[in-house]
C-alpha cells in the first residue's frame, strides 16, 4: 500500500485528554487480528500538536509497537507505505511500516515480527478518536483527504478496492466519502 494523506488544521477547542488519530491500514483475517499503519496523531505521543509514527500490533504478548515520532504541521501531505517482506532467516514474513512527512521529507519506520497469522485483506483509512466527550464538536480536527492510494497483491499486481463507508454517531456532523478506489474523504463540520 501506497498514500498520501493530509495534516488537517488543529482542534479550535484544545482538551488534553482527547486524542485522535488519522490512518490508512492493512488488517489480518487471522488471529490474533492484527493491524499495520502509518498514523497521524493528535496529542497523543511526545507533545500536545500533530506528529507522525509507524504502528503494528498486537505482538504475541498483545503490546503494540510505534517508530519514533516525526513533527508534522497543518497541510503537509504524509506518505504512508506498507510493504510485506520475506524473512529469510525465519522462513516467514514481516512487514515495512513507513510514514513521511513530504515537506520536511523526514520519516520514520518500523519491522514488524515474524506475522504468521492469516492473509492481510482489509485495507481501511480511519479516523479514530479517544477521550472524546459525545456532541463537542470544537474538539474534532478539520478535514483530511486520503489520496493517491494504490495497492499490490503478492504477485505484485495492481488492486483495485471497493471502498465501503462507515461512521459511529459521535454527536457531531461528520461526512465521509470516496471519490474514487484512490481518494477517501473526512470532512467535519461544525453545527
Known sequence: MIGDFECPPKPA??????????????????????????VLAWNWGTNTDWELAAWWGPDDNGNYHHSSFVDVKP??????????????SSGGSDWYIEVKNERTNTYTDIITDVLDRGEFRYAYTAF????FTEGQCSK?????DFSNMYFQNVNGNEVTLNWDTWQKDIGCYLDVYGTSSAD???DQTYL
Open 75 to 88: 497541510g503537509d501531505t504524509i506518505g504512508g507505505y506498507i510493504s510485506k517482506r520475506d524473512n529469510q
Open 184 to 186: 477517501t474523504y473526512f
Open 140 to 144: 474534532l480536527p478539520d478535514d483530511c
Open 13 to 38: 477547542t484544545y482538551d488534553s485528554s482527547v486524542v485522535h488519530f488519522f490512518f490508512p491500514a492493512f488488517q489480518n483475517d487471522g488471529s490474533p487480528t492484527t493491524i499495520l499503519q502509518p
Open 128 to 131: 479514530e478518536l479517544y477521550n
